[in-house]
Every structure is written in C-alpha cells, then in structure tokens.
C-alpha cells in the first residue's frame, strides 16, 4: 500500500481525562527522588564496605543498580511528556525511549530472583555469571522486540494510549502483518515474566522457613507481579487509564521500596551504616581537633 510508511512521529496518548491528574506527576517525582536517593545509597555502602562483597550483596548492588536504571529511564521522561505536553516523539527516540525503558524493567525482573539465593552458598563466579546471562538475555530480547518494530508500515497517525513507547500498544497499530510481534511478544512474556515467577514461587515452596525471613522480597514480587498478571488478564476489559496506572505504579514503586526493605531488614547493612557513619564523624572530630586556632 503507497499510503503506508515507515513511521514518521508518535504522540504518546495516556492518563486521558483524569481529574488533577498533575498531582500524580508530583508523586511519581517524589517517588523518584526517593529510588534514587536510597539506591544510590545502598551502592555507596555496598562499595565502601569491603565486608560486603560476598555473593549476596553482589546480587544486592545489581538490583538497586537496575532499579535506579529502571526508574531513570522511566519517570524523568513521563514527567516530561505529560507534565510538561510533549506528547509527539520522534520515530527513532520513541524506539530509544522504548529499549531503555524495557531492557532495564526486564533487568530489574530477573533481578529480583537473586535475592532467593542468600539462603544457599553461592560462588562468586557463580551469581557474576548469572547477571551477565540476564543482562545479556535482557538486551537480546529488546534488541529483537525493537528490532521487529521496524518492518512494520503505519497507514495513519500513530496515537499510543499508554505512559510510555509501550511495544504492544505500537505493533498492534501496525498495518501489514505483525504475526512476529504477536509471537514473540508471548514468548517474551513467558521467558521474562513467566519463568521468573515460576522460580520464585518454586524457591519458596521449597525453603518453607524463606516466607518468615524474607517477607520484603515477598511483598515486593506480589506489588509487582500481580499488578502486571491482573493487566494481562483484565487488559481488554479495564479501562485504559486503569491499565497505565496500574502498570506505572508497579514499576515506579518496587524501586523506591527495594532500599528500605534491605536497610530495615539486612544486619549487615544496618551495621555497616553505623560502621560508615561512626568513621565519619571521628575524623571530622580528629580534624577540628587538629585544626590551629
């Protein structure tokens, strides 16, 4: 079809109608602000502390890692969009948009298995090799979702209802045959949302002391998990702006919870604070009480 062509701009279409819908921007800064603030901490303490270097807190700094990469593809450029209505997106920053915003929300998935492993005795070798499979599984299935993007033609103006480039909002716009997106967009969802949950589930059926121990984790899955696992099931029947909220609070949220669910509930890192902290203000002391009049 001649009328049909690659792409030429998108205009991002979400949050239509909803009442001081700009207070829900401030609090989604809010909650940035706050991901930020606690995971660049737990990195921070992580690196100073040469007593946290075992497999545990190497799982532990890749996931705040990946929640702060998570959150700072996500939010600054929502807030922009809809804050500040800049809707229309060029074709290729939409794609750019869209491949930040999935690898590191897949990341951040796969992630969130490592922390099952602090009941176990991992290698070193063993949890590095495990983030680097992810990261690079991560990259391949973006890189190809993206990727099939790009053969598709659109016969009219590209209007996405959702909060971000979302990729199953887009291929569906599409109008020559999306087969490929369709199929590997369910393949996606089984290897990146599926086998994740399947482990997890799995893990703690089989460690029944992990439910009392590891409560945070537990609750961070269900905040994430069940929101996304009610949108596929209820997608079609939901109201849209149901179906952005539901999604955005589900990956804005677990990021900014992740840092206080470590700090309140993990010894170690408790004592290392209280190690970091207490070095600090001694050689500020040492410092005044060295310093000539």
């Known amino acids: 079809n001649d009328q049909c062509s690659a792409l030429p701009g998108v205009t991002i279409d979400g949050f239509i109608g909803i009442p001081n819908i700009r207070y829900y921007f401030v609090f989604l800064c809010f909650i940035y602000i706050l991901s930020v603030v606690g995971n660049t901490l737990v990195m921070i303490v992580i690196t100073l502390d040469h007593m946290l270097r075992s497999p545990k807190y190497i799982a532990v700094f890749n996931l705040t890692f990946t929640d702060l990469l998570s959150s700072s593809a996500l939010v600054p450029k929502v807030v922009d969009i809809f804050l500040f209505n800049h809707y229309y997106i060029s074709y290729n920053d939409c794609l750019t948009f869209m491949f930040s915003a999935l690898l590191y929300m897949r990341c951040r998935v796969m992630a969130i298995m490592y922390p099952l492993h602090y009941q176990m005795r991992v290698s070193h070798k063993l949890i590095l090799s495990l983030i680097a499979f992810f990261w690079l599984l991560a990259i391949t299935l973006t890189l190809i979702a993206v990727g099939l993007l790009t053969r598709l033609s659109f016969c009219q103006s590209v209007i996405i209802q959702s909060y971000y ?30 086998f994740p949950l399947a482990f997890i589930v799995g893990s703690y059926c089989c460690i029944v002391k992990a439910f009392k121990t590891c409560t945070g984790h537990l609750s961070l899955v269900a905040i994430y998990f069940l929101s996304v696992i009610f949108v596929y099931a209820f997608g079609r029947v939901i109201h849209p702006n ?8 589900a990956t804005v949220l677990p990021p900014m919870l992740n840092p206080i669910i470590y700090v309140l509930q993990t010894e170690e890192i408790k004592e290392s604070l209280r190690r970091l902290l207490k070095a600090r203000v001694q050689a500020k002391l040492e410092v005044f009480r060295f310093k000539p009049l």
């Open 165 to 194: 480039c979302d990729n199953g909002p887009m291929y569906r716009l599409g109008c020559n045959d999306a087969t490929p997106n369709y199929i590997f967009a369910a393949l996606a969802i089984v290897l990146v949302l599926g």
């Open 242 to 249: 149901a179906r952005i909220i539901n999604l955005s609070i």
